[in-house]
């Protein structure tokens, strides 16, 4: 069955228009199935203003049905995924709010130190969400979300590093060791933390992680 969103026949008049090319100003007529077109006066190529790429990004066959999808919405899967994912480990937990709870505040310290520091946010959410989780079991989630092997490989990879603690190299492996400790720290207590506060800081990789200290006195 076709999409109905794609099937010409549910079309109405609105579904063809013209857009003005961002570079000359020129018009360029778009039909509303069309991801990307290329005016026709200048020769510029240019996203579909009026497309929703919503489906697309987690639909397997989105290429199929829609063509291949403009390079501004190459992440728009990975981007999704980790909420995907997140939801996932919230319903493997159960009711176990403590993991949840900690698994939250994992992936938040990864996410601000990951805008910060850079890497691959995508990768590090997932593998963030999945810390803790036996490898087999995190491998069988992002399959059952339509994950692509290289982001499996790439999750797997640093979920296998943290539990083995071996040497951090990427600066996503570095990102998700400074997230788990900054948890660590900030779940103890205050009395704790003022005896661990300065070797916690030579432990950490990043500038942004060693910041965020000051903000649990």
Request: proline share 3%; glycine share 6%; with cysteine.
């Amino acid at each position: 069955m076709k999409c109905p969103g794609q099937d010409m026949q549910y079309w109405t008049d609105s579904a063809i228009f013209d857009v003005e090319c961002p570079e000359c100003g020129e018009r360029v007529e778009f039909y509303k199935d069309d991801t990307s077109r290329k005016c026709g006066h200048c020769g510029h190529r240019f996203v579909n203003p009026k497309m929703d790429f919503g489906c697309a990004a987690y639909c397997p066959f989105a290429e199929q049905c829609l063509g291949t999808l403009p390079e501004e919405f190459a992440g728009a899967r990975d981007n999704l995924l980790k909420d995907k994912v997140a939801v996932e480990v919230k319903r493997y937990y159960k009711t176990d709010f403590k993991r949840i709870s900690r698994t939250m505040k994992i992936a938040r310290y990864a996410e601000n130190i990951g805008k910060s520091e850079g890497g691959n946010l995508a990768v590090i959410l997932c593998a963030s969400y999945l810390n803790g989780i036996e490898l087999p079991v995190a491998e069988s989630i992002l399959k059952k979300l339509s994950a692509d092997e290289t982001m499996i490989k790439e999750v797997s990879e640093l979920l296998t590093q943290h539990k083995n603690g071996e040497k951090t190299s990427s600066i996503e492996s570095k990102i998700i060791h400074d997230a788990v400790l900054l948890q660590n720290f900030q779940n103890n207590d205050a009395k704790e933390q003022q005896g661990e506060e300065s070797n916690l800081t030579n432990q950490l990789f990043t500038s942004s992680a060693r910041d965020m200290i000051a903000e649990f006195a």
